[in-house]
């Protein structure tokens, strides 16, 4: 059953020069339950993806959807304070620089405690000080489902205080804190250090097996969230160019760009020549205010024809959708 | 629309021409540009506007009412004081000294302020500290004590309270031009020009100027405001103007004991010291936003 | 943060010597100075006389001029107090507002009344309201800081305080009467300083609102008064004050300009009528008493911000 079913969603930036497209009739539909990855390189449109779902975009950005639909509540049509209600109690997210997302000036005890779920009713007087003690025994217990050790020590200190794998715990933490259905990681392991990245990654698998919590997970690294997720959609200049199960993608891609992906992690049982150049597309990502018509792969696709110039409809086969004029279809 | 067409190539405009359209795309800015213009302009061709020369009195004619009050003279747009001079010409006279007067202030602290500026932030150890301290010093006398003490070592005249003026506001330009660079210098983008073996120049010109425009034109919108004010203020004071020299402040000053019996001789130089500040206010607005929505 | 202090003080020092320096060449110029003695020691005389607090006698009354100097300066003090209150009463919450709205109607009013406030003329503003009593029919005295027919000695050179304290002569009408007086410059004054604390608050609160945690906030599904409540003030404070501090030397100017119209009985009166008079001894003076009392002032600010506001304490402890 699907969580979250995104159809069509499109997302126009006003800027001086006029209005850009940037993200292009994507669709999204995250099982409930599983990990989705989303794959895209930097600048491709992932994280406005997630902000759109959330709703908290700028002023400037249009949002059209077909369909938005969060199990069975329709995002669309709620209002922006329905909308907050349902962000807080069932989405959660984690963001990259985690430290810029925790408020400088709070400890980091009185920022968990705004999320937990009586702390967002209105607090009374005496509420509050009876109820500080078992506060302090749940962020205890969500620090340390997170990994964190030293949790006395973590919850009295400043966010400028902690180094960012800490800050980024304490944000997975405050993002469990509800229970949410649907956890979107934005690249949360960017500018990291692998031991950390390996500890975040494990922590959010855990999550998942354990709480059954249903994880939107933006990357733009193919290698480290392949083997993570259930799911993948890859997304190019913000058009979704293929997505379905692990399986599908990885053993029978069928987008050029999917393939290429793929090609450009490195296995160390190929036999590559020595001095051999690694596999690249040609080209590089073009800037949002030039990009190409049609097929926005175009111009770098080595299989590109002259119907290319047209926005290739999506093609469902079995649950794996793509977005090509000539996909390969060798392996049906 | 989408504008992603075949001739995208021709949008890749300059970071100047893409300033530029934003801000001509903002029509308030574009009329407060045309009314700067306007201003300038009236202070260059002042002696050709004037329909009197302001010191020219009419015996016949004391103390007219604007014209569109009853019992004035059509001759006198805006009446006249109790001399007979004409108050149009008369302020036309003022907006040129004044205006002439904040413009010159603010060119020559521009330019002293960012070679001082630039140079104290670009200093280190014993240099950059007394420069520190002395500026901290300077900048906890309050303006107009400056102005008043440089007027009383200068002597009167128009030209010293200029100078006053714009000594007195010096200090706040170069702490603020100091505080721009340091906090430039600070970040990545310096220290990989540090490594590329850029002068010191050369790292202000490419490197840090191109970055501060929008505090710079905050600071000089401050300076000129601050100097209208301060001119003006010392002219009211009677510290600034001789008699031909009459800049608004002074203006006000010498009809102040009318101004029971035609308070228009108050009201108009104070409108247009006001009128003075808000355009130029409107314009610096546009600038910035512009350069602040270029930068994004 | 004792290391800060000490920093602190040791800038106090250096830049009140540097003051004094400044103050005596005034000295040096303006009044002049008949010993032949050379300058370096004539400064260690007029160091010496500072700290024992004689700065020499006013030529127009022949009282010590530091006692003159400091009563007119508290009048000034008295009169920025108000005014202060005033402003930041009405300019903070606009400027919130402002802040949160903004690029829409009611952020573009607001912005428009700082705008006017700013770009009018203190002492034009001041001359319209001396006319407003007569042209409204409001009794409201413009002139002076007490009506002549209250006698109150000096007790803490505080007129409020002193006012009160003669409240058995004159039961509280010696105190309403200094209000009184004390209300339309204060006005004034407060028309300026609103605009001023409205942009600034206005920048400080759009700053704070685009920061990513103001987006993650968003993303916890709280409302906007919560938001703003909850992470948005106490980080926007601060850098309110900061620049409220780098301006006490505009304000003061300001408050000087308006109490000449108003013949208030301030710093700005008194500096006003010795320069007329030829007394500039004031000069050097009012350097001294105002520019100490802003120095202190501003390195109090300094310490109690560091004290309210832990991402200042951060910048502290990158230093070290």
């Known amino acids: ?332 | 629309m989408l504008i992603n067409n075949e001739f995208n190539e021709e949008k890749i405009q300059s970071p100047q021409q893409y300033i530029w359209s934003i801000f001509k795309s903002k029509n308030i800015a574009v009329v407060s540009m045309w009314a700067v213009v306007a201003l300038i302009l009236i202070a260059i061709f002042c002696q050709y506007i004037m329909p009197y020369p302001p010191a020219l009195q009419h015996p016949d004619m004391l103390l007219l009412p604007p014209y569109w009050v009853d019992g004035s003279n059509p001759a006198h747009l805006l009446g006249t004081d109790d001399l007979g001079r004409d108050t149009f010409s008369r302020l036309l006279k003022g907006i040129q000294l004044t205006l002439t007067g904040a413009l010159l202030i603010t060119v020559a602290i521009s330019l002293l302020g960012l070679i001082i500026g630039s140079t104290a932030a670009l200093l280190k150890g014993v240099k950059a500290s007394i420069v520190h301290h002395l500026l901290d010093a300077l900048l906890t006398i309050p303006t107009l004590l400056t102005a008043l003490i440089l007027i009383v070592l200068f002597g009167m005249s128009f030209e010293n309270s200029l100078l006053a003026v714009s000594l007195s506001l010096l200090p706040q330009f170069i702490r603020g031009i100091y505080n721009c660079i340091e906090t430039e210098l600070n970040k990545q983008y310096v220290v990989a020009l540090r490594l590329d073996g850029s002068t010191n120049l050369r790292l202000l010109r490419y490197g840090i100027l191109p970055n501060i425009i929008e505090p710079i034109v905050t600071l000089l919108n401050r300076i000129f405001t601050m100097a209208v004010l301060e001119i003006t203020t010392l002219g009211f004071l009677g510290f600034g103007a001789n008699l031909e020299e009459i800049e608004l402040g002074a203006l006000i000053a010498k009809n102040l004991d009318l101004i029971y019996i035609s308070p228009y001789l108050v009201l108009f130089p104070g409108l247009a010291i006001f009128m003075i500040i808000i355009i130029f206010n409107i314009f610096a607005e546009g600038i910035r936003h512009a350069v602040i929505e270029g930068e994004d | 943060m004792f290391n800060y202090l000490i920093r602190r003080l040791y800038l106090l020092c250096i830049t009140s010597i540097i003051l004094t320096i400044i103050a005596f060449s005034i000295q040096h110029l303006t009044v002049g100075n008949t010993l032949d003695s050379n300058v370096f020691s004539q400064y260690l005389d007029y160091l010496i006389s500072i700290s024992q607090g004689e700065l020499g006698v006013s030529a127009l009354d022949n009282q010590p001029i530091l006692k003159t100097a400091l009563i007119a300066f508290i009048s000034t003090l008295e009169l920025c107090f108000f005014a202060f209150i005033f402003a930041s009463i009405i300019g903070v919450p606009l400027g919130i507002l402002a802040g949160l709205e903004r690029n829409r109607g009611i952020d573009y009013s607001i912005m428009s009344i700082a705008l006017i406030g700013l770009a009018l003329p203190v002492f034009w503003v001041a001359i319209i309201f001396t006319m407003l009593p007569n042209l409204t029919g409001w009794v409201m005295p413009i002139d002076g800081n007490i009506s002549v027919i209250y006698e109150v000695p000096m007790v803490t050179g505080i007129m409020l305080i002193d006012s009160l304290l003669v409240s058995e002569q004159y039961q509280l009408s010696a105190f309403y009467n200094h209000l009184v007086h004390i209300v339309l410059p204060a006005t004034v004054l407060a028309i300026f300083l609103i605009s001023e604390i409205i942009r600034l608050t206005r920048h400080s609160i759009t700053m704070i609102m685009r920061s990513n945690y103001i987006k993650a906030a968003h993303t916890k599904g709280f409302s906007r008064p919560q938001i703003v409540y909850r992470h948005v003030l106490k980080n926007a404070i601060p850098p309110i004050i900061h620049q409220l501090r780098l301006q006490i030397s505009t304000i003061i100017s300001f408050a000087m300009a308006i109490e000449i119209v108003f013949s208030y009985q301030g710093a700005g009166m008194w500096l006003f009528v010795s320069i007329q008079q030829g007394d500039y001894l004031a000069l050097s003076t009012a350097i001294l008493i105002i520019s100490g009392f802003i120095l202190i002032l501003s390195i109090i600010v300094d310490l109690l911000l560091v004290l309210i506001s832990p991402t200042k304490r951060k910048v502290l402890y990158a230093d070290q």
């Open chain 1, 1 to 332: 059953m699907a969580l979250l079913d995104v159809r069509n969603l499109s997302i126009d930036i006003l800027t001086a020069q006029g209005k850009i497209r940037v993200i292009d009739k994507a669709t999204l539909n995250i099982v409930d339950g599983s990990i989705h990855g989303l794959v895209g390189e930097s600048g491709s449109g992932k994280s406005l993806i997630a902000k759109a779902i959330l709703g908290v975009h700028n002023e400037n950005w249009i949002v059209t959807a077909d369909r938005m639909f969060l199990g069975n509540i329709d995002l669309l049509k709620l209002s922006s304070k329905e909308r907050r209600k349902v962000m807080g109690k069932e989405i959660a997210i984690i963001f990259q620089n985690p430290r810029s997302y925790l408020d400088p000036s709070k400890k980091i005890f009185d920022q968990m405690r705004e999320v937990l779920p009586e702390g967002k009713s209105k607090i009374h007087f005496l509420n509050k000080i009876v109820s500080k003690s078992t506060h302090k025994q749940i962020i205890k217990e969500l620090l340390h489902k997170v990994g964190v050790q030293n949790d006395q020590e973590v919850v009295r200190n400043y966010p400028h205080e902690l180094s960012e794998g800490i800050c980024q715990k304490v944000m997975i933490a405050m993002a469990i804190a509800n229970n949410p259905r649907l956890l979107i990681a934005d690249e949360p392991t960017t500018s990291m250090e692998a031991v950390t990245q390996a500890q975040i990654f494990r922590l959010l698998y855990k999550l998942n097996q354990l709480h059954n919590t249903t994880i939107l997970l933006l990357s733009n690294n193919f290698g480290s969230i392949s083997n993570l997720s259930d799911y993948i959609s890859l997304i190019y200049c913000g058009q979704t160019v293929e997505s379905g199960s692990y399986k599908q993608v990885l053993n029978s891609p069928m987008h050029p760009y999917t393939q290429a992906m793929i090609k450009t992690i490195l296995n160390y049982d190929e036999n590559l020549d020595h001095k051999s150049q690694l596999y690249t597309l040609p080209g590089s990502i073009p800037p949002a205010n030039q990009l190409p018509i049609g097929c926005r792969l175009g111009p770098r696709c080595p299989k590109a024809q002259r119907t290319c110039v047209t926005n290739p409809t999506a093609v469902n086969y079995k649950g794996h959708v793509i977005r090509c004029h000539f996909p390969t279809l060798d392996e049906k």
